[in-house]
């Protein structure tokens, strides 16, 4: 067990390192960005002052470790644009994705359990057909056009919900409604087809075998063993949502980083788009580690080794 | 978006799928697909309107079935006056480019590291398994909007960034089956014949796992279409004027409370198209695990 | 002797047309070890799981009576049967690598059976657990307890599967095939376990088994069943010294018996395989295969009575072949 935490560790930590130097890279692609960060009226006097301030004159490989050395006490540089710490910028605009991923994955479980295990427990009925039908649509939508949908027909023509912003709880019900659904799929058909192979496996039989009732042979024995691939998977659609905030925030103008990070790309603001990449990658290798760990922790098999 | 990266591996237990409900699926999915390639590839010849000339004075006419429509005009115009069919054709035309581009160069990618992994094994394979998990952490809209948007929109810039984000499935499972057969019988035959290295990956490994490859194709074509559409309609796609599903959406988003019609057509289009290649994809995969039973 | 478990007429009969039972008649009696012997697809298995009521939902079972200690089981709701399950009737598997749950422990899955028939409370069901697993040869009991299937050797699980069908103390234990997944000295120390059982709790036991081997060593009556039929019943003495059936004949002559198969002579093999029957099939399953094939084994097939509970369904006449048997 042991082993295999520091093995998954070390994994972590050189994807990690890989994954910034790529991100810094990424912002070194648009050219030169002393003269976009001095504006298209800027002298060349004015050009060569900006290099300097920013220390854009050292190799790039300087200023890589500079910047490494930097992120890695959370200390992210200065926003062109906003004129503020980007750490303390992406620190004011965290709680609002946290808030909307948190839904988005709670909503998606809340859907996509009950649905696969039903689905499985009536595998090959018109019920599983619906459900994988769901699953089929949901993979199929667009989740931008989603949102504006969901925009005309609940905010608009039903008015229960809020179009767009942030204040009170009814705001993050469309957009964590259209987040889930991103999820869905994945985690519908996981649990689908996990039920459908713990509920055919020699176990079950024995449970049944012991005359135990259908409800503790499919959320007992059934979902414990199908359970195991759908909680690392729900990590990763985590990640995959923090990701895809990018999206909806912008689609319902929640002013979480994601909406940031979209600001920042249209103001050439590499520093807050580099730290927002950095973050979301970060958060992402930490949420697999994690997952990973809880399956040895749920996979007795696992912990052995 | 990107929340389709688990499908290949979950599908492989669901073989028990009810088999005459895939098959209808695939034959919908055939003829959707079909559909939208014949009016990208014909439609032009036979439309008489350009999806550019604008006329102010026939800004946002109605498409036929509604009050007020105008003949010229079947799916009526947009907020410039441009003919919304003749837009929607060209739009297709790019959705369809950038899901077969993108599979190409995406494919040859993934397709690469997956066969030089699964061959060799080892220390290769370990490099090819860093990569793909590399590749994973980097969330993908994020990182193509910002590429976009710090070297400036073109279509080409799209498919590149696309082609280098998407391969990741190519890999994994391009690795996954070569590390199937490589011990095989036929192989080793072709090893003793003195077959050279390229011989071998390209004319014996290659065409033995294509098959579950196409279902990988399917899926990224239709991952593509659709992250085309989100970072036009994010307004970092492919610029206007040219004629995008996505951009379609996000320049008819100001009229759609009072002409809901301007989001909808190019909506369920994109809907439609993406719904069609999954069905296809699935139809294909629920044939070959048929095949492998057998 | 009181019947602890009476069928008579049993059927299976599958969606597909597959008649995988046909008329199947046995009894158990208390402290009887029954064998049900034959070829892999010839219905044992799906017998057994008929009884327990464990057969996929769509298949069709049928039977004139299938009685449980003296209670009639035929018609019971699968709530009512659930009670039966594990309680009255305990089963265990060919499979004990995949049989018990990997994400429980042995402990959590020998008490639930307990609790969930007997109400008792934990404390009680531990100390259930704990006793059975010494009863069964397990040392450490509290110890293996604690653990998890995966850290068990395949003979301890199939020992861990007995011990959990003996929790609530059932009339009858039905063995599908229990050592056919083991080493040879793990089937043998698990027979004598089940022999022992038999006799020490008067367990009426139905074991399942493909090994004239093992029924030699363990059973007192044995059902020989092909393509669904029981073709022969006997007391085990009985069917080894005068088996009459060609088929019975025919697996006993594929068992190397020291001293009786002479050396260089080739050891017997029944040529072809099982059919599959489909429902309606009229005449003996096994004419294709058999030797003695007759004009008449495609009609009605007699069940001849030939005393001491010997049975055989065969239309040969029962005084005919070898010559040695006493009409």
């Known amino acids: 067990m042991l082993a295999y935490v520091i093995r998954r560790l070390v994994l972590a930590v050189s994807v990690a390192i890989t994954v910034m130097a790529l991100a810094f890279i990424l912002t070194r692609l648009s050219g030169d960005l002393a003269l976009s960060i001095a504006g298209p009226s800027a002298s060349a006097q004015d050009v060569e002052l900006v290099r ?11 200023q890589f470790f500079k910047w490494l050395r930097n992120a890695a006490v959370g200390d992210f540089g200065e926003s062109y644009f906003f004129k503020d710490k980007v750490a303390s910028l992406i620190r004011g605009r965290m709680p609002v994705t946290l808030t909307l991923a948190m839904v988005g994955l709670g909503l998606a479980l809340t859907i996509a359990l009950p649905l696969g295990i039903l689905a499985a427990v009536r595998e090959g009925t018109w019920v599983d057909r619906c459900v994988t039908g769901i699953a089929i649509v949901g993979q199929a939508i667009p989740s931008f056009w989603f949102g504006l949908i969901l925009m005309i027909v609940l905010g608009l023509m039903l008015g229960w919900l809020p179009i767009s912003g ?21 985690l519908l058909r996981l649990t689908r087809s996990g039920m459908i192979e713990a509920m055919s496996s020699d176990y079950i039989r024995t449970a049944r075998a012991k005359g135990l009732s259908r409800t503790a042979i499919i959320l007992k024995h059934a979902l414990r063993n199908a359970a195991i691939p759908v909680v690392s998977i729900a990590a990763v659609q985590l990640g995959f949502m923090l990701g895809g905030s990018i999206v909806i925030e912008t689609v319902f103008a929640l002013h979480g980083i994601g909406f940031l990070a979209w600001e920042s790309i249209g103001k050439n603001d590499f520093p807050v788009v580099q730290a927002i990449v950095l973050i979301l990658s970060l958060t992402y290798i930490v949420l697999t580690l994690l997952a990973d760990l809880l399956n040895a922790v749920l996979d007795p098999r696992l912990r052995a080794t | 978006m990107s929340d389709t990266s688990v499908i290949v591996l979950a599908g492989a237990g669901e073989r028990r799928d009810d088999r005459r409900a895939s098959r209808l699926g695939a034959v919908v999915g055939a003829a959707i697909v079909g559909a939208v390639v014949f009016a990208a590839l014909l439609g032009p010849l036979l439309l008489t309107l350009d999806p550019f000339t604008q006329d102010l004075n026939a800004r946002l006419t109605p498409p036929f079935w509604m009050e007020g429509t105008n003949r010229n005009h079947l799916l009526g115009t947009d907020q410039l006056g441009r003919d919304y069919l003749a837009r929607l054709v060209y739009g297709g035309r790019i959705s369809l480019l950038i899901g077969a581009l993108t599979v190409l160069s995406s494919g040859l990618i993934g ?12 220390r290769v394979d370990d490099a090819v398994l860093f990569a793909v998990t590399c590749r994973l952490s980097i969330p993908v809209v994020l990182v193509a909007l910002a590429v976009v948007g710090l070297i400036g929109s073109s279509l080409t810039l799209v498919l590149a960034t696309l082609g280098l984000l998407l391969w990741d499935r190519f890999a994994v499972v391009a690795r996954a089956t070569t590390m199937q057969i490589r011990n095989l019988d036929y192989i080793a035959a072709a090893r003793c014949a003195g077959a050279s290295l390229p011989h071998l990956l390209l004319r014996e490994v290659l065409p033995n796992i294509l098959s579950p490859l196409a279902v990988v194709a399917t899926l990224e074509a239709a991952l593509a279409i659709l992250l085309e559409a989100t970072l036009s309609f994010l307004g970092l796609g492919v610029p206007p004027p040219l004629p995008s599903w996505g951009l379609m959406i996000a320049e008819g988003k100001d009229y759609m409370f009072f002409s809901p019609w301007v989001i909808m057509i190019p909506g369920v289009s994109l809907f439609v198209l993406v719904l069609g290649i999954n069905l296809l994809g699935d139809g294909i995969r629920e044939w070959l695990g048929a095949e492998k039973i057998r | 002797m009181t019947a602890v478990l009476e069928i008579e007429n049993l059927s299976v009969t599958f969606p597909n047309g597959t008649a995988a039972v046909r008329g199947v008649s046995l009894t158990v009696a208390k402290g009887e070890m029954h064998c049900l012997v034959g070829e892999s697809g010839c219905g044992k298995s799906v017998t057994a799981l008929a009884v327990m009521n464990l057969l996929a939902r769509n298949a069709d079972r049928r039977a004139n009576r299938l009685r449980l200690a003296g209670r009639d089981i035929t018609g019971l709701s699968e709530r009512e049967i659930g009670k039966l399950r594990g309680a009255s009737m305990a089963m265990i598997f060919q499979e004990p690598m995949t049989s018990l749950n990997p994400a429980y422990t042995i402990g959590s899955q020998m008490t639930e059976v307990y609790r969930r028939h007997k109400a008792a409370g934990r404390r009680e069901a531990v100390d259930r657990a704990a006793t059975l697993l010494d009863r069964v040869g397990i040392t450490a009991p509290g110890l293996r307890l604690g653990q998890f299937p995966h850290q068990l050797s395949g003979g301890l699980r199939q020992r861990v599967m007995i011990a959990m069908a003996l929790m609530c103390g059932p009339d009858l234990l039905i063995a599908d095939e229990p050592t056919t997944a083991l080493d040879v000295t793990v089937q043998a120390q698990i027979l004598r376990l089940l022999a022992s059982l038999q006799k020490d709790l008067g367990l009426a036991t139905l074991l399942i088994t493909h090994d004239l081997g093992i029924v030699a060593r363990v059973a007192q009556k044995v059902s020989v069943m092909y393509a669904g039929e029981v073709v022969e019943q006997a007391s085990v003495a009985e069917l080894f010294a005068r088996p009459r059936h060609p088929y019975t ?4 002559e594929c068992v190397p018996v020291p001293g009786k198969v002479a050396r260089g002579s080739a050891l017997g093999s029944i040529p072809g395989m099982v059919p599959t029957i489909s429902a309606g099939f009229q005449g003996c399953g096994f004419a294709g295969r058999c030797a003695q094939r007759r004009p008449d084994c495609g009609g009605a097939i007699p069940d001849q009575l030939l005393g001491a509970g010997h049975r055989v369904r065969c239309v040969l006449p029962q005084d005919a072949p070898s010559g040695n048997i006493a009409a």
Not at chain 1, 52 to 62: I, R, S, W
């Open chain 1, 52 to 62: 300097k301030a920013y220390g854009l004159d050292q190799p790039l490989l300087v």
């Open chain 1, 166 to 186: 942030t204040g009170t709880w009814q705001h993050y019900v469309m957009p964590g409604t259209v987040l889930a659904f991103t999820a869905v799929p994945a």
């Open chain 2, 111 to 122: 397709i690469t590291l997956g066969i030089l992994g699964g061959f060799f094994g080892g």
């Open chain 3, 249 to 252: 004949r025919g697996l006993l």
